[in-house]
């Protein structure tokens, strides 16, 4: 019977889970900033007369997306799952952490389906596109200043517990 497979749900080692917290917090925390600033860029691109400072700016934006939002947000999905799975909070028995990773899809799909298709038919002298740059920017500091009020607050956690 030793050699039997448990199904029962293994905990990360605490030797392992705190440096996975940490890569988490440094991650998401990261990409709040990361969009918050693509945030400003963005209007600053679609609301200036200058069309080389619009142009330099989209590119940043590309660009900015591609070094920071990215990587980033697959790290913040990477270790929240890991966590989720592998700590006390199951992804889909806890509803702040199931709320936490829609938030976060969603941030990650509006990249993937909005944000970087407008980017580039703006950057290739298409139909300007500025007001939904800074909207689909905008949903992502919103969301996931949510996902952070969420790790922050936990409803529905049992009193007594921080």
């Given at each position: 019977m030793a050699d039997q497979i448990?199904?029962?749900?293994?905990?990360?080692?605490?030797?392992?889970?705190?440096?996975?917290?940490?890569?988490?917090?440094?991650?998401?925390?990261?990409?709040?900033g990361a969009v918050s600033a693509s945030l400003a860029i963005a209007v600053r691109a679609a609301t200036t007369d200058d069309a080389a400072l619009a142009d330099a700016a989209y590119d940043l934006l590309a660009m900015s997306s591609a070094v920071f939002g990215i990587p980033l947000s697959v790290v913040a999905l990477g270790t929240g799952l890991?966590?989720?799975?592998?700590?006390?909070?199951?992804?889909l028995r806890t509803p702040w952490v199931t709320a936490k990773l829609v938030l976060l899809a969603s941030v990650m799909l509006?990249?993937?389906?909005?944000l970087s298709p407008a980017l580039?038919?703006?950057?290739?002298?298409?139909?300007?596109?500025?007001?939904?740059?800074v909207a689909s920017t905008a949903w992502g500091v919103l969301a996931l200043t949510a996902a952070t009020a969420l790790s922050v607050y936990r409803p529905g956690r049992a009193r007594g517990r921080t």
């Open positions: 448990s199904l029962a749900p293994r905990r990360l080692p605490r030797p392992l889970r705190r440096p996975l917290l940490t890569l988490h917090i440094v991650a998401s925390v990261g990409l709040l890991a966590m989720a799975i592998g700590g006390p909070w199951s992804v509006n990249g993937a389906l909005i580039d038919t703006v950057r290739a002298g298409g139909a300007d596109l500025g007001g939904r740059i």
